[in-house]
């Protein structure tokens, strides 16, 4: 895979990540905003989850975001380095269609498993 094509997907990749990051705040923020309500008794409401299983829920979504975004960075300093689509355990390829679904990749499908 060529480097152009390599840093479009990163950045298709990247504003998806950018986007659910802003909705995870928000979530954030408004959870943030609920707990504040001194009248909230969540932990006794048998209607729904409580405020803290939600903040887990929206707070592992944003670490995943977060690593993603990570995993994103190091992706473009392999296009960079001229080494993006190359595995780093066994040094073969990594198919086009892995780095299509996971343009972040670092090892190919064999590895990997």
Known sequence: ???????????????????????????????RHDRADATADDEHDPEGSTLSGEWAQVDALRRGAEAER?????????????????????GGPIADARLEARPFARFCIACAS
């Open 1 to 31: 895979m060529d480097a152009v094509t390599a840093t479009r997907m990163l950045d298709d990749r990247e504003r998806e990540v950018e986007h659910r990051l802003s909705r995870l705040r928000e979530d954030e923020d408004s959870l």
């Open 70 to 90: 990570a995993e994103i960075l190091a992706a473009r300093e392999r296009v960079a380095s001229g080494v993006f689509g190359v595995c780093e355990r066994c």
